[in-house]
């Protein structure tokens, strides 16, 4: 995790002291829209403080509203309403409230509920006078910070109390090949252009399942990989043997993944664990079912992201 410290700038391209003086001045600021970022900005400002949220995306929100907890809760909000998987106990399992579903399906929905959120909280900012500023922050001095659009322009703003609250994004290993179109991390997975016909998802912590069942219901062949003994491991053992036992119907028992060809066939919509043989889930996703045939999703832990910038 990088240090938190003051970012070295060159000197010369430092504000003057007469430049600083002129300066918008706030007693909190805070770097990140994310769910800790925001409600530390409402609160302030509900205790009579002048505040300043410094957001490096276009919209506020951060990752919470934009590529994590609310983009992936509509996804499987969607894809139960459209699929009529609720209704299949009465209807049968060809129920279908939507014949043909397709990924533009997934994202106007999704969309449309990422409008509304920020819609949301940015009235909510104007009901508490919180101002807002769009750009990278980065600290000149214990007391300034200067934000840097996306277009090159630098204001420069003061504060008496900063939190940093920047959010996290995924971990991206060097040796994985990621390109956003058949190998994608977990914020990428939310603007798919289209719906594969089987997926590979590295990693069965609780973003892989998720994305994995997800999928699954779309009657898209998933293999979810996991290099450790069992998935969700933090999670009750007993509900856990119950989650595999529907999640893996007709599929190898959780073990060392099998290196023949012929272990690719597999039933649509099916979902297979398997536990990557050696422990470097990377590196062992080639030899789980269906990693040839359709993207692969890695979904490996978060990181933090570097304390200086406002990516919340």
Not at 23 to 48: C, E, N, T, W, Y
Not at 169 to 192: K, M, Q, T, Y
Not at 270 to 286: E, K, N, Q, T
């Amino acid at each position: 995790m990088p240090d938190i410290g003051f970012a070295k700038c060159d000197p010369a391209a430092e504000p003057q002291p007469a430049a600083r003086a002129s300066v918008a001045a706030f007693d909190f600021i805070v770097i990140g829209s994310g769910p800790s970022g925001r409600r530390a900005a409402v609160q302030a400002a509900k205790l009579g403080k002048s505040v300043l949220v410094v957001e490096k995306g276009r919209r506020v929100g951060g990752v919470s509203v934009h590529t994590g907890t609310i983009p992936s809760k509509t996804l499987r909000e969607t894809v139960l309403n459209l699929t009529g998987w609720r209704e299949r106990g009465f209807y049968g399992r060809a129920y279908r409230v939507k014949k043909d579903i397709e990924a533009r399906d997934l994202m106007a929905r999704l969309h449309m509920t990422l409008d509304h959120e920020v819609d949301v909280l940015e009235h909510q900012f104007a009901r508490n006078s919180v101002s807002s500023a769009c750009g990278t922050a980065r600290f000149i001095d214990p007391h300034h910070v200067a934000v840097t659009t996306e277009i090159g322009e630098t204001k420069l703003f003061a504060g008496e109390k900063f939190l940093i609250a920047v959010g996290t994004r995924p971990h991206r290993p060097a040796h994985v090949p990621f390109d956003g179109c058949s190998v994608l991390d977990s914020d990428e997975i939310v603007e798919i252009k289209r719906l594969p016909r089987s997926l590979t998802v590295i990693g069965a912590g609780v973003i892989g399942v998720e994305y994995a069942t997800i999928f699954s219901a779309l009657d898209v062949s998933v293999s979810l990989v996991e290099a450790r003994p069992g998935i969700l491991e933090f999670v009750d053992h007993e509900l856990v043997r119950t989650s595999y036992t529907s999640c893996a119907t007709a599929a190898s028992p959780c073990g060392s993944a099998p290196r023949s060809s012929g272990s690719n066939s597999s039933t649509a919509g099916r979902s297979r664990l398997w536990r990557a043989a050696g422990g470097c889930v990377p590196r062992c996703c080639s030899i789980a079912p269906g990693a040839t045939a359709g993207p692969i999703c890695s979904t490996s832990p978060r990181v933090a992201s570097p304390p200086m910038d406002a990516v919340a």
